[in-house]
């Protein structure tokens, strides 16, 4: 069974980098063709795709967010963590990790419950 | 950049209604079209991949249909567990998302 959960600060300030951890079990992010990806659902709005990282250490970025996002993995710890630099209240919202499986077309299977992070002085 | 559209962005329907809902690709994605459910303060889940492919555990009555541009999900018989937004995403350069329907009770 596979399991996700994503952890970090639930308050930052604006300009502040924002880390949050993916802690998983279940796969292994060395396995062919597996990845972790980050979703964004500011509050009332739509879901947005941030980045993912493969069981390569290949890595893709939303072309909008691209500046401001880095995504690395630590195998040994199954964790996936997510940077954003330069945090605006814009940036409030709920931050999903998921699992991207390799079967069909490649999508996200498996999600974390989420954890809301808000942006404010 | 693919953008995803869906229509209608909500809609109002009655236990045992037929609903469809529909997600327009602005360019061609073959099948790579997912759809999602998620009711409120939950995650997203997956219903169906590859178009039409319908995830392990999802009620026969979900369906999805379509290939290149266009795509449908349909519910055959509305049930009140499904009230819910659902979102299309398509995965075959990068992954967006559409802006969701919310099917709301009548």
Known sequence: QITLKES???????TQTLTLTCTFSGFSLSTYGVGVGWIRQPPGK???????????????YSP???????ITKDTSKNQVILTMTNMDPVDTATYYCA???????????SWGQGTLVTVSS | DIQMTQSPSSLSASVGDRVTITCRASQSISNFLNWYQQ??????????????????????RFSGGGS??????????????DFATYYCQ????????????KVQIK
């Open chain 1, 99 to 109: 699992h991207r499986r390799m079967a069909g077309a490649g999508t996200f299977d």
């Open chain 1, 64 to 70: 909008s967010l691209k500046s401001r996002l880095t």
């Open chain 1, 46 to 60: 739509a879901l947005e795709w941030l980045a993912l990282i493969y069981w390569d250490d290949d890595k893709r």
């Open chain 2, 68 to 81: 290149g541009t266009d795509f449908t999900l349909t519910i055959s018989s509305l049930q009140p567990e």
């Open chain 2, 90 to 101: 398509q995965s075959y350069s990068l992954w967006t998302f559409g802006q969701g329907t």
């Open chain 2, 39 to 60: 009711k409120p303060g939950n995650a997203p889940k997956l219903l169906i991949d590859a178009a039409s492919s319908l995830q392990s555990g999802v009620p026969s």
């Open chain 1, 8 to 14: 970090g600060p639930t308050l930052v300030k604006p």
